[in-house]
């Protein structure tokens, strides 16, 4: 997949568009919640790896319950 | 010829109107129902009404008696006999939930016992043809036990004179293709137990799906002995007040029937007390040139919604006792809300105001009768906001307090952040749109355009909120009946007899052919025409007939109307092209080439009697309504949406003579009811008695 | 400003709201009764019993901006499913890409939907020329090809054997059909003349809502329309943070197990994790197993709508189905886990197998903070059976989709309903009468299951059996997809309670004496899941649904309740006395 840095992107991330080519059918899943991303992802640097998420609220959501789940 | 008369016996009051056809005097009475006797009332009502009882010709009685009796599950032990392996659908039903995410929800309580339904071996095919033979060698040793067992714990069967009620319903596979089975369990039953009372599914209700044909036999059965009881009762007590006239009895679709064949098949009289309103209301849309109408009956605890086309009330035979539980019959179609004048205002959780479907009921009623009543009812509204005046509440006969509905408003306003004015205001709109919703859903839902229509409003609560609701709607023109109080006894006198003839087919366009389908119409006329000369018809019957329609795969039907004469294949072609066109009016598109089913063939029997004219607003009344106070014309504070208070004109309704115009804002009095006429609407007081309000353009 | 209402009630925050509440209630009544309407006209113009019988379809109202507004609750399976479908298409696609008149189609499991047969409509609703918002249904079509008959290959491995999948496509555009996008759907359908119906009566709909939807503009005005809307969805919102806010916070979880996939015969275990923190939940599915081969996979929409499912379960049920209410829940359902399918798994069974379990395992691992709210396990399957042939009196290709009603869970107050249809639907059973009218099949029992509710001081409801013999000269291919036939797998009980009866579909060959499960009688890995088996004149179909879960100790049953599920014959005199402790009488 292609893709292309968005207008509005945060100070902790960027919005990349998806741009699929046609043989391309299926779209991704959010790294935190597991949705669909049907066009733009909210792509963050967490502890040195990349994170795609559906939106700003899964980064919050990842931070604040999912990455405390893990140090479990 | 003498005095015809209508008595409608409702949950409050029982009320009787009554025409002498020979003088074209009318007469009407207003009573106390008794819920522990129903028949005293009737009695009472011929006393209050003033005429000469030898004088009366013929009585039609509206009665609730049988719906009460299911609702209550308070009617005869019934013993279900049914194809062997099939006893349980009674209690399986169709499975589907009333609520999506409620728990607390309970499948509706079957009218019969486990133990008492019997399976009986014999088997029908899809096209009726037996594919196995009936074996009755069990059945009545089966029916012996249950008659010798214990009802068994918590029930609540009924019994007479001659001990406890019990009776037996029949609902084998395929009988309505073929009712041999049904026949040979009755001719046993007969033989073996003389006397007991036995209702056949094909009988009753020949439709498909077993469920609904077997419960519709269970009610039968249900209430046959109670049906018995009431119409001996109501003999007798005719018979005391000197009445030798005959009497029928209303059923559900509108048209009477005499007394000794309607008690055969009580399922036909399950909505005998809400057919009069619908009746009643057509009759007033015919009498004010409205053919195309809505009428609202609205009381203290419930609203009736009825659809008329054409000057007459619409049927259907899907009436539900309650979610799942179903009686398919031919009733009119009425749609029954929980809101009239006691419905409650309270505050859901969520912030918003909510109307009912609670009601404060006769006891302690409204808070503004001062019987303890605390929570603020669409009555306590309409106080506050000036509609109803506290002094002439029926007449006087009932004081309001004022300061009670202003209080209870007050506390439920606090919730809110709202006056008790603003609550008040807020409660009628409430409850306006949800009668106009009502109104959506027998209309707009059906794919029907209201806003052309007339509504006919009445009951206790109806001219009140009639023009309200119909803008809330969009419905320009509302007719307000004389005595609007007692529209439904007047429909129980305007009934004729009526007989809906119904059968179930399973018929392809591609195989029928237009003999096959004239035999069926005929043998279908001929049933009804020799039911509707038992049940008292005289004159000469009208007879219409229609077939419902749907695509091959649908399961929903469109009903087209078949004229009268031989169905040829000219005949034949034109019932498919009116499908097709009435499809694609109702749904925008066609599905030419996908083969047509015909699923139901009707013929409607009418007596065709002469049409009863209005009932007038002066009336001959018997002494309780003997007590109107004196024409005035004053003016008081009314409140209007978007108004606030204005200064409003009221006028007794008596003092409106006939040709009267009147601008709103005003208010019209009478003893049953209060029409209130909105600042943007005009009344006028047409010569039939009717009062005419319109939108002002 | 007309007026400021303070909401009261529940401990919901109190947030003033520029249009007075009458007025609101007003509007919401509307937008429901235009995604009413709609399914009305639905189930009077479709084909399918599945939806002019069954209901399986959903209708909805959306902002300009992908805000469900307005909902009709036909099917709760698509609760979810409807929520996503059309917000991730607007997203896709573009709003900018609709044109007055145009309607998208699509069903992708992998895109929002429940399962590959829901096939969802979307149009946009214009006024004056400037876009509204949009309407749409989601409907499930009875046959769109695949490995088996009625589309759903219950041991199916790939999306690929499930159907024909259609990505978000505009099948009308301006109001003229693409002729050659229905030619490619139609080719590729068993029963054909069925879908042109059933999807008709789909978009039929959509343009009866339009009208609907363009007549409350007119009447209300779009700024103020909009604004009423936006109100609405926070009023929803804060009654379902109020009513979050009244369950204890905790961690609470719950773990339960599917007797197998389809397509091998090992078990499946889910986990949830139900975080209650001040007025939010977060449902988190972390610790299910991966992904399985087989089809009972629950997809993101299946998952989510599980999750709702439950929480509106035990949660006011009057609160409007908008947007707002959705916001408070968050759900995590780890991509690639037997709760989020990804291309190209499998996920038929997942809506119909998977979301009844998931929704009682979201309710029982709250149990502890609202055990007066709870239910016991239901059923939990819906039996499906699905055959298909050619019809002997027609000549025709037909294909049905057969289901059943199973016990309700038993609560704290009251017993469990018997046969009812699972909680993800709200289909009838077809009639015997319709049923052998249609069908060359011919119905021999159709009856309770004596015995079958879970014991408990309140009684789980009880499953149903059916017996079905395939007509003489008739040949039949039927595929199935139950669950709970295995010992163990019965539907739980809650403090205390037993579990429901198991589930069975068996088979008796025409001179056969005995019943036999399928994978005795031909091999099937499963005995509860398989495809395209073949049956012939005088074999037998028996298919037995499970009963409910019980609550609470069964020695501790009423003793007037017991004395009447005897006297009924619910439970046998031998169960009275060997669960119950009773020894009654008949």
């Given amino acids: 997949m292609s893709g292309a840095a968005g207008p509005d992107g945060g100070a902790g991330g960027r919005w990349v568009e998806l741009k699929p080519a046609v043989w391309e059918t299926v779209v991704r899943a959010c790294d935190c919640c597991g949705q669909v991303v049907p066009k733009r992802l909210w792509v963050v640097d967490i502890a040195g790896s990349e994170r795609r998420f559906c939106g700003t609220e899964c980064e919050s959501l990842y931070r604040s319950y999912v990455l405390p789940r893990l140090a479990r | 010829m003498g005095i015809r008369v209508g008595i409608d016996t409702g949950g409050t009051f029982t009320d009787l109107v009554a025409v002498d056809s020979e003088t074209g005097r009318w007469y009407v009475a207003k009573v106390p129902s008794n819920p522990a006797n129903p028949v005293a009332a009737i009695g009472e009502s011929l006393t209050g009404a003033g005429f000469d009882p030898s004088a009366v010709d013929f009585i039609v009685v509206g009665t609730t008696i049988g719906i009460n009796a299911v609702l209550t599950r308070r009617g005869a032990r019934v013993i279900y006999v049914t194809t062997q392996g099939f006893e349980d659908i009674p209690f399986i039903q169709r499975i589907n939930r009333k609520h999506h995410y409620d728990f607390r929800w309970r499948k509706p309580t079957p009218l019969v016992h486990r133990p008492d339904c019997i399976g009986v071996p014999g088997r029908l095919d899809e096209e009726g043809r037996e594919i196995e033979p009936l074996d009755l060698s069990g059945l009545a040793d089966r029916v012996a036990e249950c008659l010798a067992a214990a009802p068994g714990p918590g029930s609540s069967a009924t019994s007479g004179p001659a001990g ?350 237009a003999p096959q389908l004239d035999g069926l119409f005929g043998e279908l006329a001929a049933q009804a025409l020799a039911d509707l000369a038992a049940q008292g018809a005289t004159g000469s019957p009208v007879v219409r007939r229609s077939i419902a329609l749907r695509y091959q795969g649908q399961n929903y039907e469109q009903e087209v109307a078949v004229p009268a004469g031989t169905v040829d294949d000219a005949a034949l072609a034109a019932i498919y092209a009116d499908y097709g066109r009435l499809y694609e009016e109702f749904y925008g598109y066609r599905l030419d080439g996908i083969p047509v089913e015909l699923v139901r063939l009707q013929v409607v029997a009418d007596e065709g009697a002469p049409a009863l004219g209005s009932l007038p607003s002066e009336t001959h009344a018997g002494e309780v309504l003997s007590t109107v106070a004196e024409a005035a014309v004053t003016s008081r504070d009314v409140h209007f949406p978007g108004h606030g208070f204005v200064p409003t004109r009221i006028v007794r309704r008596e003092s409106l003579d006939a040709g009267t115009r009147l601008d709103g804002p005003a208010v019209v009095e009478s003893m049953d009811s209060t029409v209130v006429v909105p600042p943007d609407w005009s009344l006028h007081a047409a010569p039939s008695g009717t009062l005419d309000l319109e939108k002002k353009a | 400003m007309s007026s400021a209402a303070t909401p009261g009630g529940a401990g919901g925050p109190g947030v003033p709201t520029a249009i007075d509440p009458v007025t609101l209630g007003i509007v919401n009544n509307g937008f429901v009764n235009v995604c009413r309407e709609m399914g009305i006209t639905m189930i009077r113009t479709a084909f399918s019993p599945i939806f002019n019988e069954g209901l399986d379809f959903s209708c909805v109202l959306f902002d300009r901006h992908g805000n469900m507004i307005g909902q009709a609750e036909f099917c709760p399976a698509q609760i979810a499913a409807s929520l996503f479908i059309v917000r991730w298409t607007l997203e896709e696609l573009g709003i900018e890409s609709f044109e007055p008149g145009d309607v998208v189609l699509h069903n992708d499991p992998y895109r929002g939907g429940a399962h590959i047969p829901e096939h969802s409509v979307i149009r946009p609703v214009f006024h004056e020329g400037e876009l509204f918002g949009f309407v749409a249904n989601v409907g499930h079509l009875a046959e769109i090809g695949g490995k088996a008959v009625g589309s759903f290959a219950a041991d199916a491995t790939e999306v690929f054997q499930e159907g024909l999948r259609i990505p978000p496509v ?101 986990h949830v994790t139900v975080n209650v923190r001040g007025d939010e939940l977060i449902v988190d599915w972390t610790g299910t197993d991966p992904q399985v081969r087989g089809p009972i996979n629950a997809t993101y929409g299946v998952t989510a709508g599980a999750t709702y499912n439950a929480v509106f379960h035990v949660t006011d049920h009057h609160i409007p189905k908008n947007s707002g209410a959705y916001r408070p829940i968050r759900i995590i359902a780890p991509p690639g886990s037997a709760v989020n399918v990804q291309y190209p798994g499998p996920s038929v ?78 289909c009838r059973n077809t009639p015997v009468e319709i049923f052998e009218t249609r069908y060359p099949l011919r119905v021999k029992e159709y009856s309770l299951i004596p015995d079958s509710g879970g014991a408990g001081a309140m009684r789980g409801g009880l499953g149903t059996r059916r017996i079905m013999r395939v007509q003489d000269g008739v040949e039949i291919t039927v595929n199935a997809l139950l669950d709970r036939t295995k010992p163990g797998f019965g539907a739980f009980g809650l403090e205390g309670g037993g579990q429901g009866g198991s589930a069975a579909i068996k088979v008796k060959r025409a001179g056969d004496t005995e019943f036999r499960t399928f994978t005795e009688a031909f091999g099937t890995v499963s005995a509860s899941k398989f495809t395209n088996v073949v049956l012939r004149g005088g074999d037998e179909v028996l298919i037995e649904s499970p009963g409910g879960g019980g609550y609470g100790d069964a020695y501790a049953r009423d003793p007037e309740r017991l004395a009447r599920d005897v006297f009924e014959g619910f439970v046998s005199a031998g169960q009275a006395q060997a669960l119950y402790g009773a020894a009654v009488t008949t």
């Fill in chain 2, 164 to 513: 406890a009620d019990i009776a037996v319903a029949v609902c084998t596979l395929f009988s309505y293709l073929n009712p041999a089975h049904e026949l040979a369990i009755r001719d046993e039953l007969r033989a073996r137990f003389p006397g007991l009372p036995v209702s056949l599914s094909h009988e009753i209700a020949p439709i498909w799906r077993e469920y609904e044909r077997g419960t519709t036999a269970q009610v039968d059965a249900f209430t046959k002995p109670l049906f018995e009881r009431y119409a001996d009762g109501v003999s007798q007590a005719l018979q005391e007040k000197l009445v030798d006239g005959r009497w029928g009895l209303l059923k559900s679709n509108g048209g009477h029937a005499l007394a000794h064949e309607a008690r055969e098949r009580p399922a036909h009289l399950l909505l005998s007390g809400i057919a009069g309103g619908a009746i009643g209301g057509a009759q007033m849309a015919r009498a004010a040139d409205a053919p195309e109408a809505v009428a609202l009956d609205m009381g203290g605890t419930s609203c009736d919604v009825c659809l008329i086309v054409g000057g007459e009330a619409l049927y259907s035979s899907d009436f539900e006792i309650e979610f799942g539980f179903p009686v398919a019959v031919p009733s009119v179609s009425t749609r029954t809300i929980g809101a009239g004048g006691g419905s409650i205002g309270w505050v859901d959780p969520g912030g918003f105001l909510q109307v009912g479907p609670q009601s404060a009921g006769a006891d302690p009623g409204p808070a503004c009768y001062g019987r303890g009543g605390t929570e603020p009812t669409i009555t306590d509204a309409d106080v506050v906001l000036g509609r109803l005046d506290p002094g002439f509440f029926l007449g006087g006969k009932l004081p309001l307090n004022p300061a009670l509905s202003a209080a209870a408003l007050g506390r439920v306003g606090a919730q809110l952040g709202l006056s008790a004015v603003e609550v008040a205001s807020a409660m009628v709109r409430v409850t306006n749109e949800n009668m106009a919703n009502a109104i959506r859903i027998v209309t707009v839902e059906q794919g029907i355009d209201p806003r052309g229509f007339a509504l006919i409003a009445f009951g206790g609560a109806g001219a009140t909120h009639g023009c309200e609701i119909a803008d809330a709607i969009g419905m320009r023109r509302v007719v307000v009946p004389p005595r609007p109080g007692l529209c439904s006894a007047f429909g129980a006198l305007a009934a004729d007899v009526r007989v809906d003839a119904i059968r179930s087919v399973y018929l392809t366009d591609r195989t029928t052919t």
């Fill in chain 3, 170 to 270: 505009k099948i009308v555009k301006r109001d003229v059909n693409d002729m050659e996008l229905w030619r490619l759907i139609m080719a590729n359908h068993r029963t054909p003349r069925n879908t042109w119906g059933d999807l008709n009566a789909q978009i039929g709909s959509l343009r009866v809502a339009e009208r609907r939807v363009i007549e409350m503009v007119d009447r209300y005005g779009r700024d103020f329309l909009e604004q009423a809307a936006n109100e609405l969805m926070d009023y929803s919102e804060r009654w379902m943070r109020a009513e979050i806010s009244a369950i204890p916070d905790g961690v609470y979880e719950f773990t339960e197990r599917m007797e197998d996939d389809g397509v091998s015969d090992q078990p499946v275990t889910f």
């Fill in chain 3, 349 to 426: 069974g997942g809506n119909t197998e998977t979301h009844p379990k998931l929704a009682d395992m979201v309710i029982a691992a709250l149990a502890p903070a609202l055990p007066g709210r709870v239910s016991a396990a239901e059923g939990g399957t819906c039996c499906n059976f699905l055959f298909g042939g050619i019809h002997p009196k027609t000549g025709e290709y037909y294909a049905n989709y057969h289901l059943e009603g199973c016990g309700w869970g038993a609560k704290s107050y009251d017993d469990g309903n018997d046969a009812i249809i699972i909680k993800n639907g709200n």
